[in-house]
């Protein structure tokens, strides 16, 4: 039970220029032999081109007892998306 | 399967409360369930149980096949093999991590491995005794794994869910390159064909009790299925297997180990002869051929790496030391 290496949450950036995505964890002594460990476990068939490595205990997340107070407000707001707004088909261009 | 004998736990009394009630109308929903999410005691026991069993087959898995590394016949075997049983290792760490979030450590499950007190499958206590059982482990026991692990990829936990669409990516290829070592050797000389002929009577019935016990005999079944934690029960899944790998055996011309092998028209399945039980529960017990040596090769891998384990932290100690009296 001595010396559990500390949890590393790991991102990758694929190929095509999108953000880093979570894409799972490990553990590892410190930030390099995560980076390392990171390559062997979530690399291994071109999944990549970077590699970002976070202590899982510096990640704070909301509470999922908040998800009411904090997401519902978002469902009664539909003119925020353009198919609200009807647009006379003959206009193009919107 | 890679976890076969999941204890759910007894169910606490008639009246399931309000909470559990909510949570099985989440699941019924299809709405997955996270590590930070309430959940009954007993599906976090049972998840614990299922998820740490299959990480420890995925680990214990490696060492059949890893046997054969240093004695594969070519370079491109050799490489094909390395990275199939690298893969293995990545498995049991996707599960190990999936395990954890429900609060278990990862060392608290490797010991219990080490102990003697968790299982893992049965499947991987049997030897491979030619390159042959490669090539038929890739075909068959891969094979199983998929036709388990693809239904797994919808369960009810978000984590293990994922870490499933991670794993049989990867199995695919495990599957196709033992298919392809089955047909290069199915297409060679006499004593290649039977070579693998030999592999496949050997693992034939093992590959089949991987499933589990039969429906019947499997208490816990009811409320994994309620849970979405298994999609499938043990029958279905292993006539699944059956139906799929008899027209795969015929076009490598070898013959299934089963005289009572047919297929049933009606059913629109094929029949196949009585499983020996004794022989499953037994080495589920400890009394397969290679049970001990598995243990023994795994801990004597744990003991002989801790010098290196115990290097690493002292280094990152070291260094943070360091850092802290720089910025200081
Ligand atoms: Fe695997
Ligand atoms: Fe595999």
């Given at each position: 039970?001595?010396?559990?290496w500390?949890?590393?949450?790991v ?10 995505r979570?894409?799972?964890s ?5 930030a ?30 909301s ?20 198919t ?6 003959e206009?193009?261009?919107? | ?19 559990e ?16 999410d ?7 026991k ?15 898995g ?6 054969w590394?240093?004695r ?12 199939k ?17 429900l ?38 026991v ?37 298919y392809d ?10 004593a ?42 043990n029958?279905?899944?292993?006539q699944k297997?059956?139906d799929?790998t ?7 011309g ?35 051929p ?11 891998a ?9 290097a ?5 100690e070291k ?10």
């Amino acid at each position: 039970m001595k010396n559990q290496w500390p949890l590393w949450e790991v991102f990758i950036r694929s190929q095509h220029g999108l953000a880093h995505r979570h894409v799972g964890s490990l553990h590892a002594p410190d930030a390099t032999m995560a980076i390392n460990n990171a390559r062997d476990v979530y690399t291994r068939r071109n999944e990549g081109v970077s590699i970002w490595v976070v202590r899982s205990v510096d990640i704070t997340a909301s509470n999922p007892d908040d998800k009411a107070e904090l997401f519902d407000p978002a469902q009664s707001k539909v003119y925020r998306h353009p198919t609200f707004f009807p647009m006379p088909e003959e206009v193009k261009g919107l | 399967m890679y976890a076969q004998m999941v204890d759910t736990g007894t169910p606490s009394s008639a009246t399931i409360d309000a909470r559990e009630a909510r949570f099985q109308q989440r699941i019924d929903d299809g709405i997955r369930i996270e590590p930070q999410d309430w959940m009954p005691e007993r599906y976090r026991k049972t998840l614990i149980r299922q998820i740490s069993q299959h990480a420890h087959s995925e680990i214990v898995g490696q060492l059949p096949e890893g046997n054969w590394i240093t004695r594969a016949p070519s370079l491109k075997r050799k490489a094909i093999l390395l990275a199939k049983v690298q893969d293995e290792a990545g498995h049991g760490l996707y599960l190990y991590s999936a395990a954890e979030t429900l609060g278990i450590s990862r060392d608290q499950m490797v010991e219990d491995l080490h102990a003697g007190r968790a299982k893992y499958s049965s499947i991987f206590n049997y030897p491979t005794l030619t390159w042959a059982d490669v090539g038929a482990i890739g075909w068959l026991v891969d094979g199983s794994a998929i036709m388990n692990q693809i239904p797994l990829c919808r369960c009810s936990y978000g984590p293990y869910a994922r870490a499933m669409i991670r794993v049989c990516k990867e199995e695919a290829f495990h599957m196709r390159q033992g298919y392809d070592l089955m047909l290069a050797l199915a297409r060679g000389t006499a004593a290649q064909k039977a070579m693998a002929q030999d592999a496949l009577n050997r693992w034939w019935w093992p590959s089949l009790m991987m499933f589990g016990p039969p429906d019947g005999d499997s208490v816990h079944s009811a409320q994994s299925q309620a849970w979405k934690i298994k999609l499938f029960t043990n029958d279905e899944l292993r006539q699944k297997m059956v139906d799929q790998t008899v027209p795969q055996a015929e076009h490598l011309g070898l013959t299934i180990p089963d005289p009572d092998l047919k297929w049933n028209a009606e059913r629109g399945h094929y029949d196949f002869g009585a499983i020996d039980w004794d022989e499953f529960y037994n080495v589920v017990k400890g009394n397969g051929p290679c049970n001990r040596e598995r243990l023994e090769t795994r801990r004597k891998a744990w003991d002989d790496g801790e010098w290196f384990r115990d290097a690493l932290v002292a280094h990152a100690e070291k260094a943070a030391q360091r850092a802290a009296a720089k910025a200081a």
